[in-house]
C-alpha cells in the first residue's frame, strides 16, 4: 500500500522558518514529480512547489518564490519543503503529491497524495 506521510508542520512566528517532509512507502517514485500544495481555511487547494523527477526542474507558486525550497531525496524516497521568512497568509494545511508527469502545478496530474501536515503562522 502506498503511503505519503507529512511532517514538520507547526505553529511559528511570522519570519520564522520550518522545514516540512514527506516520506513515501510501498513505492518508489524517483522516476515521478513530486509536489506540495496547501489549502487555507474556507479556500481551495494551492499549488505551491513541484520538483522533476531528477531535481533538476522545478516549479513554485509566485507567493512563495524566493521564500520556499523543494528538494527531494531519492535514496530515501522523501522529499523536503523548506519554508522561510513565513508569513500568517501561509498559515494552510500542506499536502504532499506524486506525478507521473513533469514537475507542474496542476493537482490532476497528482495521483498520490499525503494526509497534510498543519502550519499555522503567528503575527
Known amino acids: 500500500q502506498v503511503q505519503l506521510v507529512e511532517s514538520g508542520g507547526g505553529l511559528v512566528q511570522a519570519g520564522g522558518s520550518l522545514r516540512l517532509s514527506c516520506a513515501a512507502s510501498g513505492r518508489t517514485f524517483r522516476d515521478y514529480a513530486l509536489g506540495w500544495f496547501r489549502q487555507a481555511p474556507v479556500k481551495e487547494r494551492e499549488f505551491v512547489a513541484s520538483i522533476s523527477w531528477n531535481g533538476v526542474s522545478t516549479v513554485y507558486a509566485d507567493s512563495v518564490k524566493g521564500r520556499f525550497t523543494i528538494s527531494r531525496d531519492n535514496a530515501k524516497n522523501t522529499w523536503y519543503l523548506q519554508m522561510n521568512s513565513l508569513k500568517p497568509e501561509d498559515t494552510a494545511v500542506y499536502y504532499c503529491?506524486?506525478?507521473?508527469?513533469?514537475?507542474?502545478?496542476?493537482?490532476?496530474?497528482?495521483?498520490?497524495w499525503g494526509q497534510g501536515t498543519q502550519v499555522t503562522v503567528s503575527s
Open positions: 503529491a506524486a506525478s507521473p508527469r513533469g514537475a507542474n502545478r496542476y493537482s490532476e496530474s497528482y495521483v498520490y
